[in-house]
């Protein structure tokens, strides 16, 4: 005897026992057969259901994978962000750091595993700066030390000079040589204290005044070398700073412009208005930076001529470093108006009057 749970399903048992597709009212049917001693029982159910279970099944097994996989990318980028962005930071203190900084770098915030890193460049900034203050210290001591002594030969020169007028020859030669190496260890003192770390005072003064003033100090060295030296400078144009380091930065421009020129020669010095605030300018028609010169004129002892003229190497980098320390802009090139020679252009910060 037959029975169905859905009447007409069936018109026979099935034969085949175990599970089969079945097509039943034009549709087909996923049918177990489980065969006895005296009876069969058969379950079917649609294909089409089945997909739905087992597609319903994938897309709930799946959904929480699909969302934890973005989740799981954005919380990784997220912590690489932040402890890339910690050492974007001590890339950026590195970078702005003058070699004058003695703070040891930052440990906070700094990942564990860097920190034995940071702790070992703290250590090798405490040696850098211990080598440099006894670097600075030998040569401040040593420049102060040869004062007296170098003095003391100047002044007997000075008497012998007096005392005996057929040496003058040797005598002048001697004296010359002193006033170079007076020269030199005053320039050594002050670069020495330039190397300091910069204490200016806030004095606000007239650097058209002052660059007019240093024009006037060097026109006798000018008239002995029968150099045509001129200006143009506008009254009153403020600036703050030293007024003494400025004016020894306007100083060695104007020497050097001098000292490098050939009798006859020009050298012309002015002051103009820029975006920055003023311009100062020195130009002269000597012999010019040799070529590859312009990128070590700003070294220490380095002389780019040293056939024309007598120096110590020192005066341009005693400017760069006045120009530093106040936030001047600094360049010494050849000349760009078809005139040979150099020119010297220092831009500062500051209001006209």
Same mark, same amino acid.
């Given at each position: 005897?037959?029975?169905?749970?859905?009447?007409?399903?069936?018109?026979?048992?099935?034969? *085949?026992?175990?599970?089969?597709?079945?097509?039943?009212?034009?549709?087909?049917?996923?049918?177990?057969?489980?065969?006895?001693? !005296?009876?069969?029982?058969?379950?079917?159910?649609?294909?089409?259901?089945? !997909?739905?279970?087992?597609?319903?099944?994938?897309?709930?097994?799946?959904?929480?994978?699909?969302?934890?996989?973005?989740?799981?990318?954005?919380?990784?980028?997220?912590?690489?962000?932040?402890?890339?962005?910690?050492?974007?930071?001590?890339?950026?203190?590195?970078?702005?750091?003058?070699?004058?900084?003695?703070?040891?770098?930052?440990?906070?915030?700094?990942?564990?595993?860097?920190?034995?890193?940071?702790?070992?460049?703290?250590?090798?900034?405490?040696?850098?700066?211990?080598?440099?203050?006894?670097?600075?210290?030998?040569?401040?001591?040593?420049?102060?030390?040869?004062?007296?002594?170098?003095?003391?030969?100047?002044?007997?020169?000075?008497? =012998?000079? &007096?005392?005996?007028?057929?040496?003058?020859?040797?005598?002048?030669?001697?004296?010359?040589?002193?006033?170079?190496?007076?020269?030199?260890?005053?320039?050594?003192?002050?670069?020495?204290? =330039?190397?300091?770390?910069?204490?200016? $005072?806030?004095?606000?003064?007239?650097?058209?005044?002052? =660059?007019?003033?240093?024009?006037?100090?060097? &026109?006798?060295?000018?008239?002995?070398?029968?150099?045509?030296?001129?200006?143009?400078?506008?009254?009153?144009? =403020?600036?703050?700073?030293?007024?003494?380091?400025?004016?020894?930065?306007?100083?060695?421009?104007?020497?050097?412009?001098?000292?490098?020129?050939? &009798?006859?020669?020009?050298?012309?010095?002015?002051?103009?208005?820029?975006?920055?605030?003023?311009?100062?300018?020195?130009? !002269?028609?000597?012999?010019?930076?040799?070529?590859?010169? *312009?990128?070590?004129?700003?070294?220490?002892?380095?002389?780019?001529? $040293?056939?024309?003229?007598?120096?110590?190497?020192?005066?341009?980098?005693?400017?760069?470093?006045?120009?530093?320390?106040?936030?001047?802009?600094?360049?010494?090139?050849?000349?760009? !108006?078809?005139?040979?020679?150099?020119?010297?252009?220092?831009?500062?910060?500051?209001?006209?009057?």
């Amino acid at each position: 005897m037959l029975h169905q749970t859905i009447p007409g399903m069936f018109t026979s048992p099935p034969r *085949q026992a175990g599970f089969s597709t079945a097509r039943i009212g034009g549709e087909a049917w996923r049918v177990y057969v489980l065969r006895g001693v !005296d009876r069969t029982v058969a379950v079917a159910q649609r294909e089409i259901v089945r !997909d739905e279970i087992a597609s319903n099944a994938a897309i709930g097994a799946a959904l929480p994978a699909a969302l934890l996989i973005p989740f799981s990318w954005l919380l990784v980028w997220l912590t690489l962000h932040r402890t890339l962005r910690r050492l974007d930071l001590l890339a950026a203190d590195l970078a702005t750091r003058g070699t004058m900084a003695t703070e040891p770098l930052p440990l906070h915030g700094i990942p564990q595993e860097l920190t034995p890193l940071i702790t070992s460049m703290n250590g090798l900034i405490v040696r850098l700066q211990a080598a440099l203050s006894a670097q600075k210290r030998f040569l401040a001591d040593a420049a102060h030390t040869l004062r007296t002594p170098i003095a003391a030969m100047q002044i007997e020169i000075d008497n =012998l000079v &007096a005392g005996a007028p057929l040496a003058l020859p040797r005598l002048a030669a001697l004296a010359a040589g002193a006033r170079r190496s007076a020269q030199l260890t005053d320039r050594l003192l002050r670069l020495a204290r =330039l190397d300091e770390p910069p204490a200016l $005072p806030a004095t606000r003064f007239d650097a058209a005044r002052l =660059l007019l003033d240093c024009v006037a100090d060097h &026109a006798a060295l000018a008239a002995r070398k029968h150099i045509e030296l001129s200006a143009t400078i506008p009254p009153r144009f =403020l600036v703050t700073g030293a007024e003494d380091d400025v004016r020894t930065l306007f100083g060695n421009l104007i020497e050097n412009a001098v000292t490098y020129t050939q &009798a006859g020669g020009t050298v012309d010095i002015s002051l103009r208005r820029s975006q920055a605030g003023g311009c100062a300018e020195v130009r !002269d028609n000597g012999p010019g930076l040799p070529e590859g010169a *312009q990128a070590r004129i700003f070294e220490r002892f380095f002389r780019a001529t $040293p056939e024309v003229a007598e120096g110590t190497g020192l005066g341009l980098a005693i400017a760069r470093r006045i120009a530093e320390r106040h936030g001047f802009g600094l360049e010494v090139t050849n000349r760009t !108006d078809a005139v040979r020679g150099v020119m010297a252009t220092v831009t500062m910060p500051g209001s006209w009057a």
